[in-house]
Protein backbone atom coordinates (compact mmCIF):
# COMPACT_ATOMS: atom_id res chain seq x y z
CA UNK A 1 0.00 0.00 0.00
CA UNK A 2 1.28 3.73 -0.35
CA UNK A 3 2.26 6.23 1.85
CA UNK A 4 3.46 9.24 2.73
CA UNK A 5 5.77 10.31 5.90
CA UNK A 6 6.43 14.31 5.86
CA UNK A 7 9.11 14.56 8.42
CA UNK A 8 8.65 17.39 10.75
CA UNK A 9 5.45 18.80 11.37
CA UNK A 10 6.70 22.51 12.32
CA UNK A 11 9.88 23.82 10.63
CA UNK A 12 11.37 27.34 11.02
CA UNK A 13 13.42 28.98 8.49
CA UNK A 14 14.92 32.82 8.82
CA UNK A 15 13.92 35.03 5.63
CA UNK A 16 16.75 34.19 3.13
CA UNK A 17 17.71 30.88 4.16
CA UNK A 18 17.55 27.69 2.40
CA UNK A 19 14.32 25.94 2.95
CA UNK A 20 13.80 21.97 2.83
CA UNK A 21 11.20 20.07 3.39
CA UNK A 22 11.02 16.38 4.14
CA UNK A 23 9.12 13.42 2.33
CA UNK A 24 9.84 10.08 2.32
CA UNK A 25 7.06 7.65 0.26
CA UNK A 26 5.98 4.06 0.03
CA UNK A 27 4.80 2.89 -3.10
CA UNK A 28 5.26 -0.84 -4.78
CA UNK A 29 5.10 0.73 -8.22
CA UNK A 30 7.00 3.65 -10.00
CA UNK A 31 4.73 6.80 -8.44
CA UNK A 32 3.13 9.93 -8.85
CA UNK A 33 4.31 12.57 -6.25
CA UNK A 34 2.96 16.02 -5.11
CA UNK A 35 3.63 18.58 -3.47
CA UNK A 36 0.50 21.04 -2.64
CA UNK A 37 0.92 24.36 -0.17
CA UNK A 38 -1.99 25.57 1.67
CA UNK A 39 -2.01 29.57 2.98
CA UNK A 40 -4.30 30.13 5.94
CA UNK A 41 -7.98 29.69 5.57
CA UNK A 42 -7.37 28.58 1.59
CA UNK A 43 -7.54 25.72 -0.19
CA UNK A 44 -4.58 23.63 -1.42
CA UNK A 45 -2.60 24.84 -4.57
CA UNK A 46 -0.51 22.40 -6.49
CA UNK A 47 3.07 23.33 -5.93
CA UNK A 48 4.38 20.88 -9.00
CA UNK A 49 4.29 17.34 -9.62
CA UNK A 50 6.07 14.26 -10.63
CA UNK A 51 4.91 11.93 -13.41
CA UNK A 52 8.13 9.66 -14.10
CA UNK A 53 9.97 12.44 -16.40
CA UNK A 54 12.53 14.54 -15.05
CA UNK A 55 13.33 13.41 -11.82
CA UNK A 56 14.31 17.01 -10.76
CA UNK A 57 10.98 19.26 -11.12
CA UNK A 58 10.54 22.73 -10.81
CA UNK A 59 7.09 24.24 -9.65
CA UNK A 60 5.99 27.29 -9.07
CA UNK A 61 7.24 30.24 -6.53
CA UNK A 62 10.88 29.07 -7.04
CA UNK A 63 10.65 25.75 -5.59
CA UNK A 64 11.80 22.32 -6.71
CA UNK A 65 11.80 18.74 -5.75
CA UNK A 66 14.26 15.90 -6.65
CA UNK A 67 13.17 12.52 -7.22
CA UNK A 68 15.77 9.53 -5.76
CA UNK A 69 14.23 6.69 -6.18
CA UNK A 70 17.13 5.01 -3.96
CA UNK A 71 16.35 6.91 -0.71
CA UNK A 72 12.47 6.74 -1.88
CA UNK A 73 12.40 10.38 -0.91
CA UNK A 74 10.86 13.85 -2.86
CA UNK A 75 12.28 16.34 -0.39
CA UNK A 76 11.04 19.98 -1.62
CA UNK A 77 13.23 22.85 -1.59
CA UNK A 78 13.60 26.51 -2.73
CA UNK A 79 17.04 28.11 -1.79
CA UNK A 80 16.11 31.65 -0.34
CA UNK A 81 12.57 32.17 1.78
CA UNK A 82 10.61 34.22 1.66
CA UNK A 83 7.77 35.94 4.27
CA UNK A 84 5.30 34.80 1.64
CA UNK A 85 6.28 30.96 1.85
CA UNK A 86 4.85 30.97 5.07
CA UNK A 87 1.84 28.39 5.16
CA UNK A 88 1.52 24.96 5.00
CA UNK A 89 3.01 21.92 2.83
CA UNK A 90 1.41 18.64 1.53
CA UNK A 91 3.61 15.62 0.41
CA UNK A 92 1.38 13.47 -2.08
CA UNK A 93 1.61 9.84 -3.76
CA UNK A 94 -0.02 8.08 -6.23
CA UNK A 95 0.63 4.57 -7.47
CA UNK A 96 -2.47 4.73 -9.92
CA UNK A 97 -2.47 7.68 -12.65
CA UNK A 98 -6.04 8.71 -10.62
CA UNK A 99 -6.52 11.83 -8.03
CA UNK A 100 -9.06 9.25 -6.58
CA UNK A 101 -5.96 7.10 -5.48
CA UNK A 102 -4.05 10.20 -4.29
CA UNK A 103 -2.32 9.47 -0.41
CA UNK A 104 -1.44 12.58 1.64
CA UNK A 105 0.81 13.17 4.15
CA UNK A 106 0.20 14.93 7.49
CA UNK A 107 1.52 18.65 6.01
CA UNK A 108 4.36 20.70 7.83
CA UNK A 109 3.87 24.15 8.51
CA UNK A 110 6.56 26.13 7.30
CA UNK A 111 7.38 29.82 9.57
CA UNK A 112 9.86 32.12 8.26
CA UNK A 113 11.17 34.00 10.65
CA UNK A 114 12.66 37.97 9.76
CA UNK B 1 -13.16 32.80 -13.73
CA UNK B 2 -14.69 31.87 -10.56
CA UNK B 3 -12.61 28.25 -10.23
CA UNK B 4 -13.80 26.13 -7.33
CA UNK B 5 -16.88 28.05 -5.01
CA UNK B 6 -17.57 26.23 -1.88
CA UNK B 7 -20.69 27.42 0.51
CA UNK B 8 -20.99 27.94 3.40
CA UNK B 9 -18.00 29.02 4.56
CA UNK B 10 -18.40 28.26 8.07
CA UNK B 11 -21.58 26.51 9.59
CA UNK B 12 -22.49 25.51 13.05
CA UNK B 13 -24.49 21.84 13.19
CA UNK B 14 -26.23 20.35 15.92
CA UNK B 15 -25.97 16.89 16.34
CA UNK B 16 -29.09 14.87 13.89
CA UNK B 17 -29.29 17.93 11.51
CA UNK B 18 -28.48 17.35 8.38
CA UNK B 19 -26.79 19.88 5.82
CA UNK B 20 -25.65 20.30 2.39
CA UNK B 21 -22.44 21.27 1.56
CA UNK B 22 -22.38 23.05 -1.97
CA UNK B 23 -19.35 23.05 -4.66
CA UNK B 24 -19.72 24.80 -7.93
CA UNK B 25 -16.66 24.87 -10.53
CA UNK B 26 -17.07 26.93 -13.53
CA UNK B 27 -14.27 24.91 -15.67
CA UNK B 28 -16.01 22.30 -17.32
CA UNK B 29 -14.19 19.98 -15.28
CA UNK B 30 -15.31 15.76 -15.47
CA UNK B 31 -13.76 14.98 -12.41
CA UNK B 32 -14.94 16.62 -8.91
CA UNK B 33 -13.77 15.10 -4.85
CA UNK B 34 -14.54 16.16 -1.61
CA UNK B 35 -11.64 15.83 1.08
CA UNK B 36 -12.08 16.43 4.81
CA UNK B 37 -8.62 17.63 6.44
CA UNK B 38 -8.16 17.21 10.66
CA UNK B 39 -5.17 18.01 12.50
CA UNK B 40 -2.44 15.77 12.12
CA UNK B 41 -4.28 13.98 9.36
CA UNK B 42 -4.09 15.49 6.06
CA UNK B 43 -6.43 15.42 3.55
CA UNK B 44 -8.97 12.46 2.97
CA UNK B 45 -11.29 11.05 0.01
CA UNK B 46 -14.86 11.54 0.85
CA UNK B 47 -16.20 10.84 -2.12
CA UNK B 48 -15.76 11.50 -5.95
CA UNK B 49 -17.15 11.34 -9.63
CA UNK B 50 -15.87 11.58 -12.70
CA UNK B 51 -18.38 13.07 -14.68
CA UNK B 52 -22.44 13.81 -14.22
CA UNK B 53 -24.37 10.85 -13.10
CA UNK B 54 -21.06 8.93 -11.90
CA UNK B 55 -20.39 8.73 -8.55
CA UNK B 56 -18.11 6.48 -6.05
CA UNK B 57 -16.51 5.97 -2.54
CA UNK B 58 -13.57 7.43 -1.86
CA UNK B 59 -11.99 6.30 1.79
CA UNK B 60 -14.27 7.93 4.30
CA UNK B 61 -17.65 7.59 2.85
CA UNK B 62 -19.96 6.87 5.94
CA UNK B 63 -22.58 9.43 6.76
CA UNK B 64 -22.31 11.47 3.66
CA UNK B 65 -23.76 11.28 0.35
CA UNK B 66 -23.49 12.62 -2.40
CA UNK B 67 -24.70 13.24 -6.24
CA UNK B 68 -24.04 14.71 -9.77
CA UNK B 69 -26.43 15.80 -11.82
CA UNK B 70 -25.00 18.60 -13.61
CA UNK B 71 -21.28 18.77 -14.51
CA UNK B 72 -21.25 22.39 -12.66
CA UNK B 73 -22.16 20.89 -9.62
CA UNK B 74 -21.18 18.48 -6.55
CA UNK B 75 -22.69 18.62 -3.33
CA UNK B 76 -21.84 16.94 -0.45
CA UNK B 77 -24.92 15.79 2.33
CA UNK B 78 -25.15 15.46 5.53
CA UNK B 79 -27.64 13.61 6.66
CA UNK B 80 -27.83 13.56 10.88
CA UNK B 81 -24.63 15.29 11.69
CA UNK B 82 -22.48 13.88 14.25
CA UNK B 83 -19.67 15.26 16.25
CA UNK B 84 -16.81 13.33 14.43
CA UNK B 85 -17.76 14.95 11.25
CA UNK B 86 -16.24 18.45 12.72
CA UNK B 87 -13.54 19.29 10.25
CA UNK B 88 -13.10 21.37 7.18
CA UNK B 89 -14.08 20.25 4.08
CA UNK B 90 -12.69 21.04 0.83
CA UNK B 91 -14.07 20.30 -2.72
CA UNK B 92 -11.74 19.90 -5.65
CA UNK B 93 -12.16 19.30 -9.31
CA UNK B 94 -9.90 18.66 -12.25
CA UNK B 95 -10.30 18.54 -16.06
CA UNK B 96 -10.15 14.36 -15.88
CA UNK B 97 -9.40 12.22 -13.05
CA UNK B 98 -6.10 11.36 -14.76
CA UNK B 99 -3.28 12.64 -12.49
CA UNK B 100 -1.18 13.11 -15.50
CA UNK B 101 1.36 15.91 -15.87
CA UNK B 102 -0.52 18.36 -17.93
CA UNK B 103 -3.76 18.05 -15.60
CA UNK B 104 -4.04 20.13 -12.57
CA UNK B 105 -6.92 19.90 -9.35
CA UNK B 106 -8.07 22.78 -8.31
CA UNK B 107 -9.23 23.40 -4.61
CA UNK B 108 -11.62 25.53 -3.45
CA UNK B 109 -11.08 27.76 -0.19
CA UNK B 110 -13.13 25.07 1.95
CA UNK B 111 -16.11 25.01 4.87
CA UNK B 112 -15.31 25.11 8.37
CA UNK B 113 -17.88 22.78 9.92
CA UNK B 114 -18.83 22.22 13.56
CA UNK B 115 -21.01 19.47 15.20
CA UNK B 116 -22.47 20.57 18.59
Known amino acids: AQSVTQLGSHVSVSEGALVLLRCNYS??????LFWYVQYPNQGLQLLLK??????LVKGINGFEAEFKKSETSFHLTKPSAHMSDAAEYFC????????????FGTGTKLQVIP | NAGVTQTPKFQVLKTGQSMTLQCAQDMNHEYMSWYRQDPGMGLRLIHY???????DQGEVPNGYNVSRSTTEDFPLRLLSAAPSQTSVYFC???????????????FGAGTRLSVL
Open chain 2, 49 to 55: SVGAGIT
Open chain 1, 92 to 103: AVSESEGYQKVT
Open chain 1, 50 to 55: YTSAAT
Open chain 2, 92 to 106: ASSRTAGAGRKNIQY
Open chain 1, 27 to 32: SSVPPY
